[in-house]
Nanobody, 116 residues
Framework: QVQLVESGGGTVQTGGSLRLSCAAS????????GAWYRQAPGKERERIAR????????TVENDLKGRFTISRDIINKRIDLQMNALKPQDTAVYYC?????????WGRGTQVTVTS
């Protein structure tokens, strides 16, 4: 089973940027879709972006379009999330996920904190 490990989280001021990276232990093509989710304190986990691993077709949730971009790197086995113009409400634990026909795999998450 391909393992996923997130990195790149941290604390940033409002308006700042972060790039999250999800490193896979094997080929990301073992997943049909790669995605990023986030979970804020007291809230449910929500999907924020997804990308097909083969064709690279990306979808970002409506209210994040223009600020967040998802990409994948097949050779380096990564699924990245570029986050710009960050707001305090973006504070959450961010999770990488890989979805195949058989299962959905998760990383352990990385904390993003945006200060005002």
């Amino acid at each position: 089973q391909v393992q996923l490990v997130e990195s790149g989280g941290g604390t940033v001021q409002t308006g700042g940027s972060l790039r999250l990276s999800c490193a896979a232990s094997g080929s990301i093509l073992s997943f049909t879709v790669g995605a990023w989710y986030r979970q804020a304190p007291g809230k449910e986990r929500e999907r924020i972006a997804r990308i097909t691993t083969d064709g690279g077709i990306a979808t970002v949730e409506n209210d994040l379009k223009g600020r967040f971009t998802i990409s994948r790197d097949i050779i380096n086995k990564r699924i990245d999330l570029q986050m710009n113009a960050l707001k305090p409400q973006d504070t959450a634990v961010y999770y990488c996920s890989g979805i195949s026909r058989q299962a959905q795999s998760w990383g352990r998450g990385t904390q993003v904190t945006v200060t005002s």
